[in-house]
Each structure stands twice: as C-alpha cells, then as structure tokens.
C-alpha cells in the first residue's frame, strides 16, 4: 500500500521531503506532481525502478525516460550541450519542456534510447520538486504518469492512489496539477524538432 503525503505546493514540509527522498533512496517508486503533470519517479540508477515504470505504463525499450534535475549546473553533466541550444533551453527554463539530447557517460545505458544514445531532460518551475530534487542531491528518474488505457494523465493525488496503491511506493499530494504533460523537444541533431506538443508553448520552438 502507497505512502500518501499532503504536501504544501508553496511551501513543502521539510519533514515529509525527507521521507520521500529517504524512501527513493531505499528503492522505491514515487508518484508526485510537477509543473505540468503527475510523473512517476524514481532515483536515476535504480534498475528495480525502471522496470516498474516500463510495467506500469506498458512502456518499450525506445521510450525517451527523463532525468529531471534541479539545475543547470546538475543538466550539464548528464547530456551535451552546445551553446546555441543552450542559449534555446535557457530561455525557457525552468518550465514545462522535455529536451531530448545526447547523454554523457554519466548516464546509465539502460536509460538511453537504445540508437541514438540520448536522454530527456528537464528543469521543472515546481516548489515541491524543486524541495525533492535539493534534498536528493542528484536528479530523478522520470516518466509522465500516464497509464495505457488512458488519452490523458492523471491530476489528482487521491486518484492515483486508488489506481495504484500497491504499484507505487508513495503519493505526493500539493492539490492541483497541470493537465498536460510536458513540450517534448528533441535538440539531438543539432535543430529543434517538436516531437510532442503540451503544456509549454512549442511555437518557441517552430
């Protein structure tokens, strides 16, 4: 049965982010809410993890899983990154855009898409992933929380609970999330190319 955590979207309680990133830490698999959907999050290096993702969400070895992380400082050392896309994502960063780059060797192997080498990633506009991500020291494993039989994400915390209590391991609750998930962007090759449209304006990107 799932953790669940009310958690103040403003103002998140120190005492309930440290359990949550000590039970990442230990292994587990967490729904929490972002700055434009649910995700499902887990620490980068868990293999246990991953898969509970891919099960969940019926997902193949060519899905594009994101690391979400705190910074530039912490994005830079996961995925290269020339200047003049640099100077794209800054613009609009944090905020609700997926970058899909190549990966450093800092990153696992069975997180990359198994041709092109590359990652997502992204800086979420969110006090509670934000509190998780300081905490953590390192960034999340992410997948947006959208389930197989379903167009769209789930938004509500009690909801996702119900769904998949004995799925996850916790439930952040901050009240109401965004609808949509994130504009995918994918920068590997150099140019832009919008690969899904959500809740960022991709016009930024056309």
Known sequence: MARYYDVHPEDPQPRAIAQIVELVRAGGLIAYPTDSCYALGAQFGNKDALDRIRAIRRLDNKHHFTLVCRDFAQLGQFVNIGNDVFRSIKSVTPGSYTFILPATKEVPRRLLHPKKKTVGVRIPDNNVVQALLAELGEP???????????????????????????????????????????????????????????????????
Do not use: N, Y
């Open 140 to 206: 999340l494993l992410s997948s947006t929380l959208l389930l197989p039989d379903q167009e769209d994400p789930l938004t509500q915390g009690w909801e996702i609970k119900e769904r998949l209590d004995h799925e996850v391991d916790a439930v952040l609750d901050s009240g109401d999330c965004g609808a949509q998930p994130t504009t995918v962007v994918d920068f590997s090759s150099g140019t832009a190319e919008i690969l899904r449209r959500g809740m960022g304006d991709p016009s930024r990107f056309e």
